[in-house]
Nanobody, 115 residues
């Protein structure tokens, strides 16, 4: 079993920055891909960014060039540095991984970007 815990959310003005962290605990040996998703009110959850153990990285078009995903394998932690935030980035952000064929999600952290 894997447990994921996000932190770093909050309220920020448009153009500002925030850094999210997601720490994995439990059966973390062998965790591979880590990803960030977000869900805005009334919207479906959408994928934001993904990073493999070999640091292969991909971003959703909406955040490319503004967000940076990284990981620290020694700390079992994945980060999401968010710059040039826009009101449309407002959402609950979730950390995700798949381990043993089972998807795991954190509890989510709220990001609110004011205009």
């Amino acid at each position: 079993q894997v447990r994921l815990a996000e932190s770093g959310g909050g309220l920020v003005q448009a153009g500002g920055s925030l850094r999210l962290s997601c720490s994995a605990s439990g059966s973390v040996v062998g965790i591979g891909v880590l990803a960030w998703y977000r869900q805005a009110p009334g919207q479906q959850r959408e994928w934001v960014a993904i990073i493999s153990t070999g640091d292969n990285i991909n971003y959703a078009k909406s955040v490319k060039g503004r967000f940076t995903i990284s990981r620290d394998n020694a700390k079992n932690t994945v980060y999401l540095q968010m710059n040039s935030l826009k009101p449309e980035d407002t959402a609950v952000y979730y950390c995700n991984t798949v381990f043993g064929g089972t998807p795991y999600w954190g509890q989510g952290t709220q990001i609110t970007v004011s205009s």
